[in-house]
C-alpha cells in the first residue's frame, strides 16, 4: 500500500480567500489538464471536460446522460427517485464549483458550456421531480445560473465577435430573465432585480467603452414598438445583408 501524503506542497504559497474564487488550471503527471480551485483547509481538484469528478455514472459520459436515457428507456411518465434526486444535486454542484473556475480564470467558452449542462439539467429535473418542493430547491438558483450563462456568453462575444454581438448576448440574455419572471408571475419585480440591473450596467458600460450607439436589434425593437414599420422594414434588409456576411456555424 503507498504512503499516505499531506498537500502541503501543493497549497504552499496559494492561500486561501475568503469571498474569492482562487482557481488554477494545472498538467498531471499523465499529461491530463485539470482545474484546481483554492477553498478553505484544501483545494478541489476537477476535470476540464464532462463530468467534473472524472466518473461515468452507469457508463453515460454524465448523470444528466444517464438519466435521458432512462426517460427514454421508461417513458415521459419517468420520476426520479430519491437516490436520483441525491445523485442530481451531486452533478449541480460539481458543475457549479467548476462554472466558478472557468470564469475566475476567464475562459468563458467553458463557463457558457457548463452553464448550459446546468440549466438543461434544472429543465430535466423540473419536468421529472418527484414533489415541487424538490423542484423549487433548484428553481431558485436559475436566476444565477442564468446570469454566469449570458455574463460568460457576452464576455466570450467580447473577445471574439465584438462588442456589438455581446451587447446582443445581453438583450437576449434580459429576454431571458424577463420570460422567467412572467413564468412565475413576477414581471412587476423585473426592473428592480438585482440580476437584471447589472446585465443592464454591463450592456452600457460595453456601449460606452466602445462608444457605441443602439444595436440595429435594438433600433428595429423601438422601431416595432413605436409603429414605425417602414423604419423597420428598412433595419430589416439591412440586417439581411450583414447576417449572410457571417462565417457558417457562428
Known amino acids: 500500500m503507498p504512503s499516505l501524503q499531506d498537500i502541503d506542497s501543493v497549497i504552499e504559497g496559494w492561500d486561501y480567500v475568503p469571498g474569492e474564487v482562487n482557481a488554477r488550471r494545472i498538467t498531471a503527471s499523465d499529461g491530463r489538464e485539470l482545474l484546481q480551485m483554492r477553498v478553505d483547509m484544501g483545494l478541489l481538484q476537477m476535470e476540464i471536460d464532462l463530468r467534473p469528478d472524472g466518473t461515468k455514472p452507469h457508463g453515460a459520459e454524465t448523470y444528466f446522460d444517464y438519466l435521458v436515457g432512462e426517460v427514454v428507456r421508461e417513458g415521459e411518465e419517468f420520476e426520479l427517485s430519491s437516490e436520483q434526486c441525491t445523485e442530481s444535486d451531486r452533478e449541480f454542484v460539481q458543475y457549479y464549483h467548476r462554472r466558478l473556475c472557468w470564469l475566475s480564470l476567464r475562459e468563458y467558452g467553458s463557463a457558457v458550456k457548463d452553464a448550459d449542462h446546468s440549466l438543461a439539467f434544472m429543465d430535466f429535473v423540473r419536468e421529472h421531480s418527484p ?12 436566476p444565477f445560473v442564468l446570469f454566469h450563462r449570458i455574463q460568460a456568453g457576452a464576455l466570450a462575444a ?4 465584438g462588442p456589438e454581438l455581446a451587447i446582443a448576448e445581453i438583450n437576449r440574455g434580459l429576454e431571458s430573465f424577463h420570460d422567467l419572471f412572467l413564468q412565475y408571475d413576477a414581471e412587476d419585480q423585473f426592473d428592480t432585480d438585482e440580476l437584471v440591473i447589472r446585465l443592464r450596467d454591463m450592456r452600457e458600460s460595453v456601449r460606452k467603452r466602445y462608444e457605441l450607439g443602439n444595436t440595429l436589434d435594438e433600433q428595429l425593437a423601438e422601431a416595432v414598438k413605436s409603429e414605425n414599420y417602414e423604419l423597420a422594414a428598412q433595419l430589416r434588409d439591412q440586417m439581411q445583408v450583414i ?4 462565417p457558417l456555424g457562428d
Not at 131 to 142: K, P
Not at 158 to 161: A, E, F
Not at 243 to 246: A, N, Q, S
Open 131 to 142: 414533489d415541487e418542493e424538490w423542484i423549487l430547491s433548484h428553481e431558485q438558483y436559475r
Open 158 to 161: 467580447l473577445d471574439g465577435d
Open 243 to 246: 447576417e449572410p456576411t457571417r
